[in-house]
Structures are given as structure tokens and as C-alpha cells.
T-cell receptor, first 115, second 114 residues
Framework: GAVVSQHPSRVICKSGTSVKIECRSL??????MFWYRQFPKKSLMLMAT?????????EQGVEKDKFLINHASLTLSTLTVTSAHPEDSSFYIC???????????FGPGTRLTVT | SQQGEEDPQALSIQEGENATMNCSYK?????LQWYRQNSGRGLVHLIL?????REKHSGRLRVTLDTSKKSSSLLITASRAADTASYFC??????????????FGSGTRLQVQP
């Protein structure tokens, strides 16, 4: 149990376009999901917390107009990278947890390359 | 900024040897977790140790926690080539919203040579 999926696993887009990444909890409901960004050989940096039915909360330094998050249901959160630039190229990972449980379940990640 | 710092940053050993990774953190914790990440993949939870525990075992994994030194170690015994991955420690922090999020250490990249 506690499986999280992400789609797509890999995407290449041109500068100026927008890209949507989906994060789904497959066998449990998640009122909260988290979006992380990871640069090569680096650790995960929390970008934002996605809250079902309400606005996402963003970490300091993360542009909310650039990284749009929508948590429309208890099993789906989406991250849209708007007007993508090459510096947005990165590995994006989402996670979710079960109520009352400290550990997180991670999606397999999405490799975004902006050309 | 990252809560935890890990050392070594990279570790290369032969199959069968033990691998030890260390993690230090800065704030008070309720628990500390270790995760594994295969290259280009998501993270997998390995083990959680509570602040009132000093040592915990799970298969070939042994985790220690020293809250006085704010440090933890992960020992993988009798390593296998399949253990090659990055290993991260993580602590829980409470956000302004009251939600709990993970803060990750810098990670140790383990390479096990067959």
C-alpha cells in the first residue's frame, strides 16, 4: 500500500512553454502532498505544500506564479511550471503521507528538461 | 537551508563490506528517518528511529541516534551491489500551517563494487 505515482516521468519542453506534472496517491487519500526539487547529486529542497481544497503554501524563495499547484482532489495534486526556462530544468518529486504517520511516500519523480 | 549534513558525501566499498553513513542535525526532533534513492528515482523509506530510542535494526540496516550530539548513523552490513544508491537522513519540521514536512540531509552516495 501507500503508492504514489507521477506523470510524466520525463518531459522535454521549449523555453516559454508550460509543463504540468501530476502526482497521484493510488491507494490512499492525501489531504497534503509535498513538492520537492532536486538538482543533480544534491538533496531535495521543499518547494511547496499542496493542500486539498485550499491554496498551496510555498517555501521562501519559490515563486508561486511560476510554480502553480492545484490539489483538486484527495488523490491528485498538479504542479505546473509556467513559462519554463532552462534554469527550471531539474528533477521534481512529490510525496504524501498517511494521517498520523511520520514517514512519507514518494513518487518516482519527473525529469524536466527545458531547451 | 538543509537541516542535516551527512558524511561522507560519497562512499565506495567492495561487496561484503560494511558501509557507515553519518548525519547531523540542528534542532530538536521527535524522530529521524533514513531514505534511499536509486539514481533518477523517488525516495524509499528505510527506517525511522524515535528520539527516545538509541538503536534500531531492520534486516541488514542498523541505525543509531545520539540526541545529545544531534547525530545519527546508518550502518549497512554485508553490502551488496544492489545497495548502490544515495542515502538521506530526514527530520520532521512543523510548517506555519501546522503541517509536517521533511527536511533532508545532503545525502551520501554509496557505490558498492561487485
Amino acid at each position: 500500500g501507500a503508492v504514489v505515482s507521477q506523470h510524466p516521468s520525463r518531459v522535454i519542453c521549449k523555453s516559454g512553454t508550460s509543463v504540468k506534472i501530476e502526482c497521484r496517491s493510488l491507494d490512499f487519500q492525501a489531504t497534503t502532498m509535498f513538492w520537492y526539487r532536486q538538482f543533480p547529486k544534491k538533496s531535495l529542497m521543499l518547494m511547496a505544500t499542496s493542500n486539498e481544497g485550499s491554496k498551496a503554501t510555498y517555501e521562501q524563495g519559490v515563486e508561486k506564479d511560476k510554480f502553480l499547484i492545484n490539489h483538486a482532489s484527495l488523490t491528485l495534486s498538479t504542479l505546473t511550471v509556467t513559462s519554463a526556462h532552462p534554469e527550471d530544468s531539474s528533477f521534481y518529486i512529490c510525496s504524501a503521507g498517511l494521517a498520523g504517520i511520520y514517514e512519507q511516500y514518494f513518487g518516482p519523480g519527473t525529469r524536466l528538461t527545458v531547451t | 537551508s538543509q537541516q542535516g549534513e551527512e558524511d561522507p558525501q560519497a562512499l565506495s566499498i567492495q561487496e561484503g563490506e560494511n558501509a557507515t553513513m553519518n548525519c547531523s542535525y540542528k534542532t530538536s526532533i521527535n524522530n529521524l528517518q533514513w531514505y534511499r534513492q536509486n539514481s533518477g528515482r523517488g525516495l524509499v523509506h528505510l527506517i525511522l528511529i524515535r528520539s527516545n530510542e538509541r538503536e534500531k535494526h531492520s534486516g541488514r540496516l542498523r541505525v543509531t541516534l545520539d540526541t545529545s550530539k544531534k547525530s545519527s548513523s546508518l550502518l549497512i552490513t554485508a553490502s551488496r551491489a544492489a545497495d548502490t544508491a544515495s542515502y538521506f537522513c530526514a527530520t520532521v519540521r512543523v510548517l506555519d500551517t501546522g503541517r509536517r514536512a521533511l527536511t533532508f540531509g545532503s545525502g551520501t552516495r554509496l557505490q558498492v563494487q561487485p
